[in-house]
């Protein structure tokens, strides 16, 4: 090699060096760098892409974990609505079942039925009276049949207030409620279906209960109606005919101040919910 001609062109030698170190450093350390980035920059903008694509269609990013959290919460939303249907079944099957003959099958006979209505009613009677709670039939709104045949819609329609006036004189004769006398249960002329939604699903049967009693059990008495065996719904209570429409969840002690005795007049306008089954 040409000593000369290498000093003479040292610089060239020199920079041409430099380069090839440069590109080495590069290849070796930059460019594997450059192209992970690279790699990191596609990967986040695809990223960005399914989660514009998301927000698009109003679609949400969730995990295994909240799936299955939703799915338990559901599954125990279907049970306690399960347990909702079958406590209206069992409350509407106490409104809709006939007089039982002696093997406990259902009366099919209308005659077989007026007798054991008439019977049943004046065993109620007898009830009350035992309770020191007397009453007489023409205040509880029983059919007098008299020598009428009745025919099964009419049945189905008194069998239906004969249970509601059973189940309510099982409330009213609680001595804890301090009921003192019974003034009348008697109810509309028609069974009418409620407005709204609830129209295809059930129709009513509207009652109004009169009843002298202690004040202070007012609303418990209104607790036993809406925890019988039959569902109730409360729309006016009226007391002395003074406080009109109070509230389920009403301030006892207005109410008390606002009479001058315990013992008052109390009228209830409600009806049982009967369930198209």
Known sequence: ???????????????????????????????????????????????????????????????????????????????EKQKTIDLFAKRDRSLEKIFGSEDEEEITDVALWKSRYIESTSNLLDTMARSNLPVTKGRLSFKEWGDEIPTWESIEREQKRFWVVEELLNIIRKKELKISSIESIHFTESDTSPAGTGTKLYDIVPCSIKVSMDIEQILAFIHELLNSKLCFEIDTVNIDGKLNNIRIMGDTQQVQKSMPYNRVHVVIETHAIDFKT
Do not use: C, D
Not at 39 to 66: A, D, M, T
């Open 1 to 79: 090699m040409n000593i000369s001609i290498i000093k003479k062109n040292k610089f060239w030698f020199v920079t041409i060096g430099i380069v090839a170190l440069l590109s080495f450093l590069y290849g070796f350390f930059a460019n594997p760098y450059r192209l992970k980035n690279t790699k990191q920059v596609e990967s986040l903008e695809r990223l960005l892409s399914e989660l514009e694509r998301y927000e698009k269609k109003g679609l949400k990013i969730i995990n295994p974990e909240w799936i299955k959290a939703e799915e338990e919460k559901l599954e125990r939303t279907k049970e």
